[in-house]
């Protein structure tokens, strides 16, 4: 069976313990009546022992069918992998019944489902108390996880039952009642379960049992018939009562009598029907001396009540299902704040949401502690409750790898979560920076919208304007400043800036990742915009250093402190913090795309689908939107596209070629992604010429007539192209007309030899004449002397920089230059400012 298929037997639905519990009862009928037969004809005691035997033997096969496996087999022979039955067995054992010394059979008694048992002894007795013992283990052990509950009296020194304690965990079995008070508790709570009915009555279809070890010091004779009460109203309420020491006053109402001597115990008549036939004088009970049950393997017990309180857990783990809200799809407006259920503690819902004063969360939690999980819980929260009009998401995701992907289109599954815009996976700092350029200009356009309505705050402008509050999630934000660099000096200055501005017109922030997020000591006044902290499995660093709440945390749980992450006094109940559990999202994968799907389908019209970021993907020039344009004839400007930006909204990175002056591309750079920028130009350059042009190619350093014969044969077909050499290159430049001069290696020795002032005049009064220089440098020095030291660059070319840091660039532009070079990534300067524009450039290969 699956390990879920186990989980559902464990902890079975009512409907299923109902039929069980009627089940139960016939049977329970059944076995009185077949017993009272069969001990019929033992009694009286047949001479021959032949008899006595055969009858031992039938009783023993009886004892199997109606007591199987841990309520009737000998203890010996059961293990912690015995499994139960499929409820709370109708007979149990209570030792070996002993006609002849070699002739024995288990001697059971009726319980659930009829009756009671009652010890003449109580458990100061050893015998007794590892009867007892043995007695519920054999209870528990036999019923399904969380069927059966018990409640135990232990008025002597109370540790009779100290080895089940891993039950008390799991609310199956409190700690047990040592005093008057916790006696008198127990009655109480027992007669409340009797008096609230039957099963059905109470909604629920669980059984009690009242284990009596000893009764307290001081137990009243009223005591003891609120018990004979509870014993005869009990059964049918689905109560039992297993009372030891029981000799006053007569026998329990429907208990079988145990009666314990010195070297066996004897066993009265059951309630319901007698152990001796109707019409004979014999003085009842069982006819022959039972050898009660020894004390069961402490290592048993153990293993046995780790296995129920895991079953129970197991069972009662949250589903993404119980965060979501319960009356359908966004009901609820977010002028006033946004709030989810993220958890559950100790039964009850935990709910955290953004408002001006709770603006910005911190979570943190080491790697796999469950942030990923975290997130999507609560996100899934908010986009179930607040529809698109009230909320929008922005999601990132610093860390390697695919994140957000249950909220984004797949190939297979093209539905998303509407409320999310865009989203970063893999991001780098220069998506983030983007992200707050976006975020800071929406910021710029709601206080201006608050300025234009005489200074409305912002549930105010709500009235009258769609502002949707929106939440932008990074995670692994240490990953923004882990060089401690001028972008990340830049970034977390305007990130203190936009965490102010921001709360007041429904933006909020949720920074994640490892540690303390790298944002500040604790005095730092950042921190204080992130109220709402959340310390995950290793993530104490969010909360004050003297708060200790989330350590040694399990995975599936979190603590979530309001308070900036103060403590309290150790053990006191902080209303600012709450230890939750929250459920596993990814659990049950088909939960999230019914979800999703539910979400997208209630989409407004018009919604369109999220823009992806993956740092880790190549975009291709033949997918790009503005190259289709130009192919379909729609673009009359013709460009060098380049690649895709490193932003939020995708941008093609692209070098206009119209006629202002400088309208040139420089590309820069030793690596063969340099060569590819300059093939990628030219080829989106001539798709975007809409009359045929001239493309003069000029393959001059190694290695480069192969990509130029390429690109000249696929060119040819709508464009004149030439290929030359040096000399046919400075021929072409001097001819004057019009075209794309497109030189591989424009610091060869060769090129070298072209006069710098022809170059220098090509990039400066060539664009205007309709002639463009698009060129490929592999070191800075040449270009930089061809562009001279006045800091000239942006008026004779764009540069597009691949393996060449900033630090090497600086002779070139005349300024300090912030550029670090890494695979797969570029950066464009085009134009006097100083901030090149990272992107992904066009990778080669089918177009989707
Ligand atoms: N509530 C939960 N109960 C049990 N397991 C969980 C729970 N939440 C997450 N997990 C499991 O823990 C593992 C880590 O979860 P998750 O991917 O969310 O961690 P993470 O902290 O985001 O990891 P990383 O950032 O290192 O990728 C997963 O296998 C996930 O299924």
Redesign the pocket.
Known sequence: MSASGREVDAVATPKARAGRAAALHRRVEAVATAAAGILDEIRPAPADHHRQYELAERLRAAAEQVAPGWAGAPLETLTAATPPGDGPPTCVRVGAAAPLDDARFPALVPLFGSGHLSVDVDAADPRVAGLLRALLLRLFAATPAGALLARVVDGGPGDTFAGFAALADAGLLPPPATDLAGWHAVLAEAEQWVAAGTARQRGHDRTLLLVVASLPDGAAPADLERLADLADRGPRAGLHLVVAGWPVGGALPRATPLAVRTAYALVGDPPAAGFSSPGTESPGGLNSPVFVDEDPPAELVTEVCRRLARQIEDGS??ALADLLPSDGLWTVGSVDGLSTTV?DAAGRPVSLGFTELTPHWLVS?????????????ALFGLAARYGPDELALYLTDL?D?E?FVEFLQTERDRSWVPQVRAAGMAADREYVADLFGELEAEVRRREEASRRAGGQRYAELRQHQSLPRIVCVI??FPLVLRERDRLATDLLARLDALARAARSYGIHLVLAG?GDLGIGGPRDPLLGQFPVRVA?PGGSAVLEPANDSAAGL????AVVNTAGGLGGPRGATRGHERMI???????DPQVLTELRRRLWSARPEGSVPPVVFAGYARPLLANDPRHRAALAGRVHAPAALLGRAVDVRRSTVAVPLGPGAGRNLAVLGRDEEAERLLVTAVRSAAAAQPEPGRFVLAPLANGSAEPAGVLAAELAGRHRVETVDAAGLRAAIESGEPGYLVVFGSDVPDATELPPELLRSLLLEGPPAGRHLLGWWRTPAPLAGLLGPDGAVDKLTAVAVTDVPGGRLERLFDRPVWWEPRPGRAALWDGPEEQGTVFVPFGTGEAA
């Open positions: 783990r949250l958890g939690g080491r790697s796999q502690a469950g942030r990923s999980a975290f997130l999507t819980d860390g790898g994140s995670d692994n490892e995950l399990p995975v599936g749980s559990r929250f459920p596993d999202p990814y659990g």
